[in-house]
């Protein structure tokens, strides 16, 4: 028997993986996604696949949204308020800036719609085992009403209070991120440069003080040199950085070592890695450096 009904708008890499763990938690999930490919894999899944955003809003009370884009957003809310159906729950779950999230509250409230800022604090990799941290934040007895299902698709959900508080966490979080993950290839490239083995750099920095989350996640594919199967692709990520520079900007707040970073993440996009994991910028700092890895000599055939 499913434990509830509940909508998804945005099948990718996070909102994808939030479909699967409710469909697992025994959720039944109503999904829409623009990209057919998407749908097609979701389907697969057990999500029941809707043509668009509209017929979904005319199908379930709860809708989460998972956006790449304000304009995605926008679009979204429109089909949610055509629909002309009965009160609604929107939990938005993108990272956008705030003005962009009141102004879809704004509309949605006029419909008679309740909106609620949710972002996650996670990876994609971090989304497919629910090891997700929810900042939820508007109105309390909503968020309160949702606790079940928040816990089908994350490990911990923060009530943060007044609408937009959890926007303005996610950016404080997303600013650290930021930091730790170039802090994390200029460690790496260091003790490339050095010698040091990639692996063994992974290993000892994991067992020490300099150890951090990011780095845990990250490091992984900077050992490996292999940058596909993104968790947060940098086109994705770009999207994440100016929406934390326009914050801090707004609060005149400075942050130094924020601004450094930009660079490397703008110079991973020029050199082609707009698709790969942000974890990419190691290999912007390797080129830097003048690093070439040395590659594993082929095996030999074993004599029998």
């Known amino acids: 028997m ?4 509940v909508g998804i708008v945005g099948l990718g ?11 697992a938690a025994g959720w039944r999930v109503v999904g829409y996604d623009i990209d057919e490919t998407r749908r097609r894999a979701m389907a697969r899944a057990g999500v029941e696949i809707v043509p668009d955003a509209k017929t979904l809003a005319a199908e379930v009370e709860t809708i989460i949204t998972s ?15 055509d629909a002309r159906v ?13 003005d962009d999230k009141l102004k879809a509250e704004r509309a949605l409230r006029k419909a008679g719609h309740a909106m ?34 928040f816990a089908g698709f994350s490990r911990a959900m923060h009530d943060l209070g007044a609408f937009g508080n959890g926007s303005r966490m996610k950016y404080v979080a997303n600013l650290l991120v930021a930091i730790n993950n170039v802090a994390s290839a200029e460690a790496m490239v260091l003790g490339l440069k050095a010698g040091l083995d990639a692996q063994t750099v992974f290993d000892m920095v994991t067992l020490g003080a300099a150890n951090s989350r990011v780095f845990e996640l990250r490091a992984p594919m900077m050992v490996k040199d292999r940058y596909d199967g993104a968790s947060m692709k940098m086109s994705v990520w ?11 900007r707004r609060l005149g707040c400075p942050t130094p070592m924020f601004d450094a970073t930009v660079p490397v993440y703008d110079q991973a996009m020029r050199s082609g890695h707009g698709e790969h994991d942000t974890a990419a910028v190691c290999a912007v700092l390797e080129k830097m450096a003048g690093v070439t890895r040395r590659k594993a000599p082929p095996q030999r055939a074993k004599r029998h």
């Open 238 to 248: 770009q999207k994440d950085m100016a929406v934390i520079g326009e914050f801090a």
């Open 116 to 149: 609620l800022d949710c972002p996650v604090s996670g990876t994609g990799a971090q989304a497919k085992v629910k090891d997700l941290v929810i900042y939820a934040s508007g109105e309390r007895k909503a968020i309160r009403r949702l606790r079940p299902l």
């Open 2 to 5: 499913a434990k509830g009904k």
């Open 67 to 81: 956006l790449p884009k304000p304009a995605a957003l926008d679009a979204t809310v429109k089909a949610i308020i």
């Open 86 to 98: 009965r009160p609604r729950i929107i939990i938005e779950a993108s990272t956008f800036t705030l």
């Open 13 to 23: 890499i996070m909102g994808g993986a939030f479909a699967r763990n409710l469909v």
